[in-house]
Nanobody, 121 residues
Framework: QVQLVESGGGLVQVGGSLRLSCAAS????????MGWYRQAPGKQRELVAS???????KYADSVKGRFTISRDNAKNTVYLQMNSLKPEDAAVYYC???????????????WGQGTQVTVSP
């Protein structure tokens, strides 16, 4: 099996920073894309940022210039550095990873359990 465990969420004031981490473990052969999504109450889950195994990144327009996604392939870990946080950034943040398991052929998407980010005025 494959598990994704997030950490780093919490309460921060407007304009503050947080760094989220997500470590993948288990029967991992290789990981393609990794990403961060978020879901606020009453809203759909949305992509915040993604990164390929080669380091190419994509961002939602709402976070460009404020958030930075990165990964450590040796540690199977993806990070999200969030700066200049706004109240509208408050949500549960989920990490995802497209994983090919050991001796596997197909890619499967796995999700973390989510970590809460709260931004106070």
């Amino acid at each position: 099996q494959v598990q994704l465990v997030e950490s780093g969420g919490g309460l921060v004031q407007v304009g503050g920073s947080l760094r989220l981490s997500c470590a993948a473990s288990g029967s991992i052969g290789s990981i393609n894309d990794m990403g961060w999504y978020r879901q606020a109450p009453g809203k759909q889950r949305e992509l915040v940022a993604s990164i390929t195994s080669g380091g190419s990144t994509k961002y939602a327009d709402s976070v460009k210039g404020r958030f930075t996604i990165s990964r450590d392939n040796a540690k199977n870990t993806v990070y999200l550095q969030m700066n200049s946080l706004k109240p509208e950034d408050a949500a549960v943040y989920y990490c995802s990873a497209d994983v090919r398991r050991r001796r596997g052929v197909f890619l499967y998407s796995y999700w973390g359990q989510g970590t809460q980010v709260t931004v106070s005025p």
